[in-house]
């Protein structure tokens, strides 16, 4: 598999596996499944599974590309094509104050997200019942979920009960609570929206050492001095701390999801109770460090030379001592190889 169908900063998943992302269930409800299409519509639609399913089916491989680094390339879903839906750009059925389009869950919390009209028509997306040949199943979406290619996938929504054409753009779920980026594109690393913060406000924090509590998503503070930074609870994703001197720092619980903390220095660092789901910590310093209670998914603390070879040998490996902490609950989230880095490199509890 050719390396450069891996947008930047993603690692393929080895074998078999399918990680499960945010909501594990739909909502509980008996009445018998149904998507509606309503909105800026001439005509409100409603359909349900088995007329879906009686529609011509397609297959396609579809590269799958998750915000927490994950990648799968070339899944097979099958389904019905979204346009067979609502329309084409030629034959539309939607009217023309419509703009966006926003895909709304069967769920408890009527997950939701969005993608501007124009894109949805050119990305071409499937409203899939089948992942490599098999019906969804309930965790992954099942019975009907979209599937978006060429987007993080969290613009895919599981458990797909309506689509509703709108004149204006309604965030979604991840990208109104949690800051996902709104465009979303993998090759251009749209994770995340920055946290609206002047130059002038970000060095000023920096400069106090103490971030507790905020809200710093994005913040740079790469080869930074930030020995004894307080940081309980912040929300730092994707945060650039690349090279920075965080010694002591205190990360106890705070959001380091997707942070950039490789060649750190992390010695005697508290990331106990921390989120560094996607975290980067290649070459970073980790004596002494507490990682007791981190969720660690999808974290790396090496890279690996030629990533399919059987003999690949950790290259920037993270350095840990007989102080370094980590609990089996937290390596259980690392990926097989990064496990075995990590367990080989630290006498871990
Ligand atoms: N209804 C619903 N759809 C959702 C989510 C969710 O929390 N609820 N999470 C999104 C995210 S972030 C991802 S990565 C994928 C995960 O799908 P999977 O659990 O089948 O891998 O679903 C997306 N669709
Ligand atoms: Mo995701």
């Not at 078999?16 to 909501?23: C, F, K, S």
């Not at 609206?196 to 740079?220: C, N």
Request: hydrophobic fraction near 40%; glycine fraction near 6%; charged fraction near 25%.
């Amino acid at each position: 598999m050719s390396r450069d169908k891996l947008p930047p900063n993603q690692q393929l998943v080895r074998g078999p596996r399918w990680p499960l992302v945010g909501e594990r269930a739909p909502r509980e409800d008996d009445s018998p499944w149904t998507v509606t299409i309503d909105g800026c519509v001439a005509a409100t639609r409603t359909i349900n599974l088995a007329e879906l399913q009686a529609m011509p089916q397609v297959t396609r491989a579809i590269d799958v590309h998750c915000v927490t680094r994950w990648s799968k390339l070339q899944m097979e879903f099958a389904g019905v094509p979204l346009v067979e839906l609502i329309g084409t750009a030629a034959i539309p059925s939607w009217t023309s104050e419509a703009k966006y389009i926003s895909f709304v869950a069967r769920s408890q919390r009527h997950h939701s997200t969005s993608l501007p009209l124009n894109e949805v028509l050119q990305l071409d997306p499937l409203i899939a019942i089948l992942a490599e040949g098999e019906p969804l199943t309930a965790e992954h979406g099942g019975p009907v979920r979209m599937v978006v290619p060429g987007k993080y996938f969290y613009k895919s929504v599981k458990w797909l009960e309506r689509i509703e054409l709108l004149a204006e753009d309604r965030l979604g779920y991840w990208e109104a609570d949690a800051g996902y980026h709104n465009v979303a594109d993998p090759w251009r690393e749209e994770r995340y929206m920055a946290a609206t913060l002047s130059k002038k406000e970000a060095a000023d924090l920096i400069d106090q050492r103490d971030f507790s509590g905020r809200d710093l998503r994005s913040i740079v503070a790469a080869d930074r001095d930030l020995s004894d930074l307080k940081a309980v609870g912040a929300l730092l994703r994707d945060a650039d701390f690349r090279n920075a001197d965080l010694r002591r720092a205190n990360f106890q619980a705070a959001n380091l999801s997707n942070a950039h903390l490789h060649h750190a220095d992390l010695r005697d660092a508290n990331f106990q109770d921390a989120d560094l789901e996607g975290a980067n910590l290649s070459g970073a310093d980790l004596r002494g460090a507490n990682l007791l209670g981190a969720s660690l998914f999808g974290a790396s603390f090496c890279q690996f030379e030629g990533e399919a070879a059987p003999d690949s040998r950790p290259v920037n490996p993270a350095v840990f001592d007989a102080n370094t902490r980590i609990g089996e609950a937290s390596l259980a989230g690392l990926t097989a190889d990064q496990r075995s880095f990590v367990q080989s490199a630290c006498q871990c509890e």
